[in-house]
């Protein structure tokens, strides 16, 4: 009210309207890590980050958007936010970045054997090995590794000491080979040897006779340590 300090005038009378906007608000998306194959992270008002800070109380639960579902590849996901509601504040949204890393396959996570063999004078074994457990989903690997016999004579259920040294396959990227070495168990049999004998008859008459032996095994190697009594 404008009030008039002449004689003959009225006072003035005047309205105004005041306009308050919300105040703005900048929600960033946190950034986050998950290993292959776990679930997305991202979930509620705790995922968000707010500029200025203000009280996460009322403003609602809100909507993550991704590409990334179980079983996606490693790699980097852009997440965006949204939902967000209040009387006070609007919300400008800043995407967040959703880091999938490799899964660590340990040497449990493999099942390994070895082959049985006869003895060759050497401890080298054959091993065979699979992924058993620890993979995500339907996918499959090819396992490579190698292995040695704890030494190279002739006994049942051998040590035998192997090692993980690869894996492969579509999906094997998406995994990376922790502890790799283990042990295992496999015979070695004796070889048979077949002997051969020079002359076998002789007219006997009281002396001492030299008998020409030989010794080879199923390759035809010639053996060289043994005692004929």
Known sequence: TAKSELAGYDDAYASYTLNVDKEHIAVSVKAKSITYGE???YAGLEDLAFSPAVSADGLGT???TTTYTVGSGIGEYTVNASGLT??????VYAPGILTVNQKVLNVENFEVTAADKVYDGTNTAVVTAAANNGLVGSDTLTVTATGSFADKNAADSKQVNYTITGISGVKAANYVLGTTAGTTTANITKMPVTF???ASEFSYD??????????????????TDYTVN
């Open 86 to 91: 209040s009387d006070k504040y609007s919300f």
């Open 206 to 223: 009281g002396d001492k006779k030299t008998v020409m032996v030989s010794a080879v095994d199923k390759d035809n190697r010639v053996f």
């Open 39 to 41: 679930s997305n992270p």
């Open 62 to 64: 809100p909507a993550f």
């Open 196 to 198: 051969s004998f020079g």
